[in-house]
Every structure is written in C-alpha cells, then in structure tokens.
C-alpha cells in the first residue's frame, strides 16, 4: 500500500523560502515519478513540479527559477525548495506520485498521477 505524508507548509511573508517534504512508503519498483500540485480556492488543483527517478524534471513556467525539486532514497523522500516565494504561490500543495516517467506534456494534470498526499498549507502575505 503506498502512502504519501507532505509536509512543512507555513506562513511566510513575500520574498521568503519554504521547503516542503513528501515523505512515501510502499513505492515498490522504478521508475517512479513525484510531482508536486498547488490548490488555490476556487482553483483546480495544478502541477507545479515533476521528477522522476531517471532525473527528468518539469516546473511550472511562473516558478521555473525560484522552485527547485529533488527526489531521493529510490522516490522515497521528495523535496520542494521555494524561494522567492510570491502571494500567488499560496494554495495547499499535495505531492503526487506515480510508478513509471512522467508524461512530458501532461504531467501537470491531477488525474494522470495515483497516489496523493494529504496537502499542507503554505499561505505567502504580500
């Protein structure tokens, strides 16, 4: 049974940096991808990051820069550093995972990922 814990959200004033941890268990076999999603109200929930354990990566365009994901110990551990962080950052993000790469050009869609974590709250004052 894979089970998805992130963590490390808070509240931060513009400009500031936050690093959130997606810890999984039960991820079998490789390849396996990690992305993490942002939910803002009134918004569907939307790729911000991807990596997979062949080390291909994808961000969102508004954070290519500031966010930087890494993933470690086999897809068991994936981290999200935001610097920089903008008002427009704030939402609730979930870390998502799924075995095999993940697809280039739709990996910003929730439903093409299986496994989610609870969300944590990360909220960014002006």
């Known amino acids: 049974q894979v089970k998805l814990v992130d963590s490390g959200g808070g509240s931060v004033q513009a400009g500031s940096s936050l690093r959130l941890t997606c810890t999984a268990s039960g991820l079998d076999y490789e390849p396996v991808s990690v992305a993490w999603f942002r939910q803002s109200p009134g918004n569907e929930r939307a790729g911000v990051a991807a990596?997979?354990?062949?080390?291909?990566?994808r961000y969102l365009d508004s954070v290519q820069g500031r966010f930087t994901t890494t993933l470690d110990n086999a897809g068991n551990t994936c981290y999200l550093q935001m610097n920089i962080l903008k008002p427009e950052d704030a939402g609730i993000y979930y870390c998502?995972?799924?075995?095999?790469?993940?697809?280039?050009?739709?990996?910003?869609?929730?439903?093409?990922?299986?496994?989610w974590g609870q969300g944590t709250q990360v909220t960014v004052s002006p």
């Open positions: 990596i997979d354990t062949e080390g291909n990566i």
């Open positions: 998502a995972a799924a075995y095999g790469r993940f697809h280039r050009q739709l990996w910003g869609i929730a439903n093409r990922w299986d496994f």
